[in-house]
């Protein structure tokens, strides 16, 4: 990456917290941090998961493998562009939906409440062309 400061720039007057980036630094590999990691570093720390981002940014280090699906994978896209989506499953999205949006802590919702994987989530909207936004790290 040219600008090493990218990340962090979106967080101006942020500190980075040393006892956060320690824990972020334990699961880190190759200057990237999974989702489910950074997830795990949030309940373990008991902070919110939009912190943990942002510690992450300020980091400068890349966020990978999505859970819903939707970057971050060394072999590209893991959805699947074929899903079959269920009435309940598009009733539920067609309810969520604003400005053609979703956030990714309501399909984690629905994706829970309908017992479905969160992939199927990202791709059911991939297929309805309904963009996932905003995500609980702020990668997007």
């Not at 320690?22 to 912190?51: D, F, Y």
């Not at 590209?76 to 939906?97: C, F, M, R, W, Y």
């Not at 062309?129 to 997007?140: E, T, V």
Request: contains cysteine.
């Amino acid at each position: 990456m040219k600008n090493r400061t990218y990340y962090a720039s979106k967080h101006k007057g942020q500190k980075l917290d040393e006892a956060v980036a320690e824990k972020i630094r334990a699961i880190a590999e190759n200057g990237r941090v999974t989702c489910a990691a950074a997830h795990l570093i949030s309940k373990k720390l008991n902070l919110p998961l939009s912190e943990i981002g942002i510690q992450i940014d300020l980091m400068e280090l890349r966020i990978n493998k999505c859970q819903l699906g939707l970057f971050g994978y060394p072999d590209g896209k893991k959805l699947d562009p074929d899903i079959e989506i269920s009435a309940e499953l598009d009733n539920q999205l067609d309810t969520s939906v604003a400005d053609g949006r979703i956030s990714c802590s309501d399909c984690w919702e629905i994706a829970e409440r309908m017992k479905i994987k969160r992939m199927d989530i990202g791709a059911a909207c991939e297929k309805k062309n309904i963009r996932i936004k905003p995500c609980q790290l702020g990668a997007f």
